[in-house]
């Protein structure tokens, strides 16, 4: 089945430690996501990436770090530098930029 | 820039009663809008999207929603609720030129009491 994975589903760390978040796709898009979901807060966008090598920051881009080398996979490193990395994390990626996006299941992280 | 206004952050309906879940978008081109259902602890699903066409639009599980242009509104109904329902349902935006990623409300967690 095509889709999009994310792993692992929950993740616990100690504060100062960076930290990966995978993100595969086998959908063949050229764009994807990363938007990090907190409670009454909606969507907030992270990272994109349009095509491999090349990506932009989003709205909340500090603290966190993301590499494209690869069409079907778009990591994402929440750092020490985020003040505040507890958050649920939600990868996409759309056929296109702005067209309807699918989501992968979702990283809980948390720091302790 | 775009934005996303989704009015109530909690909506509590009765079984079989009206779904109406409203969204109102600020984009200065013409926008892609889209609903997305969101069950606890998992991702996004896609319900609907308007894109070009038809101003009403069926999606999964029988919701429906109405892009009006003049009210910039894209709302999000069901005319008999069910308990399968109960979940978060986001409102994005997008510009039809593929230049920005969606842009998300902050979202309407949708009750529905038997």
């Known amino acids: 089945d095509g889709g999009i994975t994310q792993s692992p589903k929950y993740l616990f760390r100690k504060e100062g430690q960076n930290v990966t978040l995978s993100c595969e796709q086998n959908?063949?898009?050229?764009?994807m996501y990363w938007y990090r979901q907190d409670p009454g807060q909606g969507l907030r966008l992270i990272y994109y990436?349009?095509?491999?090598?090349?990506?932009q920051k989003g709205d909340i881009a500090e603290g966190y770090s993301v590499s494209r080398e690869k069409k079907e996979s778009f990591p994402l490193t929440v750092t020490s530098a985020q003040k505040n990395p507890t958050a649920f994390y939600l990868c996409?990626?759309?056929?296109?930029?702005?067209?309807?996006?699918?989501f992968g299941q979702g990283t809980r992280l948390t720091v302790v | 820039a775009q934005s996303v206004t989704q009015l109530g952050s909690h909506v509590s309906v009765s079984e079989g009663a009206l779904v109406l879940l409203r969204c109102n978008y600020s984009?200065?081109?013409?926008?892609?809008l889209f609903w997305y259902v969101q069950y606890p602890n998992q991702g996004l699903q896609l319900l609907l999207k308007?894109?070009?066409?038809?101003?009403l639009v069926k999606g999964i599980n029988g919701f429906e929603a109405e892009f009006k242009k003049s009210e910039t509104s894209f709302h999000l109904t069901k005319p008999s609720a069910h308990r399968s329902d109960a979940a978060e349902y986001f409102c994005?935006?997008?510009?039809?030129?593929?230049?920005?990623?969606?842009?998300f409300g902050k979202g309407t967690r949708l009750s529905v009491i038997a």
């Open positions: 990436s349009q095509i491999v090598n090349d990506f």
């Open positions: 959908l063949n898009h050229d764009a």
């Open positions: 996409a990626s759309s056929r296109i930029q702005g067209t309807e996006a699918f």
């Open positions: 984009s200065s081109v013409p926008p892609y």
């Open positions: 994005a935006v997008s510009e039809m030129s593929g230049n920005t990623p969606l842009v």
């Open positions: 308007y894109t070009t066409g038809a101003t």
